[in-house]
């Protein structure tokens, strides 16, 4: 929520630059996460198998 709002200051400031790197770093997050999920569910399938 923190960055929401840190993206809208930036926009309403005209620095267009730092609101997209703001806007990339939170697809890279968003990445992780699913990263993150997909491995948890790998070990749980993991588990189950043995």
């Known amino acids: 929520m923190e960055e929401l709002l840190e993206l809208r ?8 630059h730092e609101a ?13 996460d699913k990263i993150n999920k997909i491995d948890s569910y790998g070990v749980i399938l993991l588990i189950h198998i043995n």
């Open 9 to 16: 200051q930036f926009l309403e400031q005209g620095k267009i």
């Open 20 to 32: 997209l790197l703001l806007v990339d770093e939170l697809e890279e997050m968003s990445l992780s």
